[in-house]
């Protein structure tokens, strides 16, 4: 019993360690401020007419995004999918050129196509890592 007690022990101070490792005094490659979907974004990049629910017909999609403290050429992916039926639509890579700043992700329906109704969802990634993830409609 006395044994057991030991790798019981070891086992607990493993896990206490692992999350002791993940605490916030590590530096972090970026640091997600805020994200939203809108319509699309300006010439400032900011959000231009933010919305979770989009009308039936909407063929663009912007995800606006502002972080700070980044490691300049840190990779954020974005990856776009169809909740409703279980499908993958896009991932895009996006390299951070600064340090404090704002960006911006569009999904694009080629001309004449919408987004079928439905919903969806964007995350955004840092090393397999989820970021934020956005949730979202069409009518």
Same mark, same amino acid.
């Given at each position: 019993?006395?044994?057991?007690?030991?790798?019981?022990?070891?086992?607990?101070?493993?896990?206490?360690?692992?999350?002791?490792?993940?605490?916030?005094?590590?530096?972090?490659?970026?640091?997600?401020?805020?994200?939203?979907?809108?319509?699309?974004?300006?010439?400032?990049?900011?959000?231009?007419?933010?919305?979770?629910?989009?009308?039936?017909?909407?063929?663009?999609? /912007?995800?606006?995004?502002?972080?700070?403290?980044?490691?300049?050429?840190?990779?954020?992916?974005?990856?776009?999918?169809?909740?409703?039926?279980?499908?993958?639509?896009?991932?895009?890579?996006?390299?951070?050129?600064?340090?404090?700043?704002?960006? /911006?992700?569009?999904?694009?329906?080629?001309?004449?196509?919408?987004?079928?109704?439905? /919903?969806?969802?964007?995350?955004?990634?840092?090393?397999?890592?989820?970021?934020?993830?956005?949730?979202?409609?069409?009518?």
């Amino acid at each position: 019993m006395r044994r057991n007690r030991k790798y019981i022990y070891i086992i607990i101070t493993a896990v206490a360690m692992a999350g002791f490792s993940s605490c916030s005094f590590i530096k972090r490659d970026i640091t997600l401020i805020d994200a939203k979907t809108a319509v699309s974004v300006d010439g400032n990049l900011m959000p231009v007419n933010l919305l979770e629910i989009f009308p039936r017909g909407t063929s663009k999609i /912007s995800c606006w995004f502002q972080w700070k403290d980044a490691k300049v050429n840190t990779q954020i992916v974005a990856r776009w999918h169809y909740v409703t039926d279980d499908v993958p639509i896009l991932e895009y890579n996006f390299n951070i050129p600064r340090k404090d700043g704002s960006g /911006s992700v569009t999904l694009t329906m080629p001309e004449g196509k919408t987004l079928p109704p439905g /919903s969806y969802k964007v995350s955004l990634f840092l090393n397999k890592r989820i970021l934020k993830s956005l949730a979202f409609k069409i009518e």
